[in-house]
């Protein structure tokens, strides 16, 4: 089982404007923030963006993707409109993907440091 899973970030002000806005959809909240890093969660999930520890640039790992369930073909979709506006990149407009799944319905956005999120359900509504 997952206990967390972490993103960097180059800057952390610009990283949780994309991240308040995108994860309040999904029904993630912010659970703490300083300079180099924020927290966002439920009393099941912790996601965290933060400055590398080694000192090192934040980058994107090629081929890495972080996937958050949601309950809606809506949320999917106000998931990649709110994510588009508030600096994140198009990396796969929502729509069925059977080549997954005949009821995968996923979107798929590059946040503001290059990292590769998703929204997916397999609800039909």
Do not use: Q
């Not at 508030?86 to 956005?109: I, V």
């Not at 590059?110 to 997916?120: F, H, Q, S, W, Y």
């Amino acid at each position: 089982m997952i206990h967390h899973v972490s993103v960097g970030s180059t800057d952390i002000k610009r990283s949780r404007d994309f991240y308040d806005a995108v994860l309040k959809v999904l029904g993630l909240r912010l659970l703490s923030a300083d300079d180099e890093s924020a927290d966002y969660g439920t009393a099941a999930v912790l996601f965290s963006v933060e400055t590398p520890v080694n000192g090192s640039a934040a980058s994107a790992g090629n081929g890495v993707h972080i996937a958050f369930h949601a309950d809606h073909r809506k949320t999917v979709r106000e998931f990649h409109r709110i994510g588009l506006a508030n600096g994140g990149t198009d990396s796969g407009t929502p729509a069925l993907r059977p080549e997954y799944d005949a009821n995968y319905f996923g979107a798929f956005l590059l946040d503001p440091d290059g990292n590769k999120i998703e929204a997916v359900t397999f609800s039909a509504d």
